[in-house]
């Protein structure tokens, strides 16, 4: 069965530090890949996406993400945190297959981000 | 604001009641999705409409049912309200099965 994996349920850090938030997923065949992030009493945003091309995408807030096929790995980066970047981030797959698909979100990671 | 509308906000009821909780989707997006989340269960799935029908089921209690409008508006009908159903309810909506999802604020259910 498909999984979405979010090893790190808390990430704390110290503000200007660079940041990765792991995600990984069970099967890497015909797979679109995304990262959302939920501000406390918010709904969940779009960051970004992968739907094909080129491996690093970028989003919004100066996030990056990079799809490693062989690892089946999207994790999310920022090079440079501010305080308003705490939040919980989720990432989520969807696997298309014959016609039907399926997404999956991962369980969240709650970053933190320390003055 | 995202697109989706959801309403109400807040809603705090008593056990054994009914709510529905109302999403109107972002303009042209024929998809519309509901989700529960809480502190012990994270982000669950619970039912995804498109144009009208129901395309999809998650982990959608028999209590719980919804329904879409020919307007695309789409309703969450809670019954019999447990204390457990205490949660945030998501509506998100998207144009097409390959793009992201556009989520609304939320509704946060109290069950006292």
């Known amino acids: 069965a498909q999984s979405v994996t979010q090893l790190d349920s808390q990430v704390p850090v110290f503000e200007e530090a660079p940041v990765e938030l792991r995600c990984n997923y069970s099967?890497?065949?015909?797979?679109?890949l995304f990262w959302y992030v939920q501000y406390p009493n918010q709904g969940l945003q779009l960051l970004l996406k992968y739907l094909s091309g080129s491996t690093l995408v970028k989003g919004i807030n100066g996030f990056e993400a990079e799809f490693n096929k062989s690892q089946t790995s999207f994790h999310l980066r920022k090079p440079s945190v501010h305080i308003s970047d705490t939040a919980e981030y989720f990432c989520a797959v969807k696997w298309v297959k014959a016609g039907t698909y399926k997404y999956i979100f991962g369980t969240g990671t709650r970053l933190k981000v320390l003055a | 604001d995202s697109g989706v509308t959801q309403t109400p906000k807040h809603l705090i009821t008593a056990t054994g009641q009914r709510v529905t909780l109302r999403c109107s989707p972002r303009s042209g997006d024929l998809s519309v999705y509901w989700y529960q989340q809480s502190l012990d269960q994270g982000l669950q799935f619970l039912i995804q409409y498109y144009n009208g029908e129901e395309r999809a089921k998650g982990n959608i209690l028999e209590r719980f049912s919804a329904q879409q409008f020919p307007d695309l508006h789409s309703e969450l009908n809670l019954s019999s309200l447990e204390l457990g159903d205490s949660a945030l309810y998501f509506c998100?909506?998207?144009?097409?099965?390959?793009?992201?999802?556009?989520f609304g604020s939320g509704t946060r259910l109290t069950v006292v």
């Open positions: 998100a909506s998207s144009p097409d099965r390959i793009n992201g999802y556009t």
């Open positions: 099967s890497s065949v015909s797979v679109y």
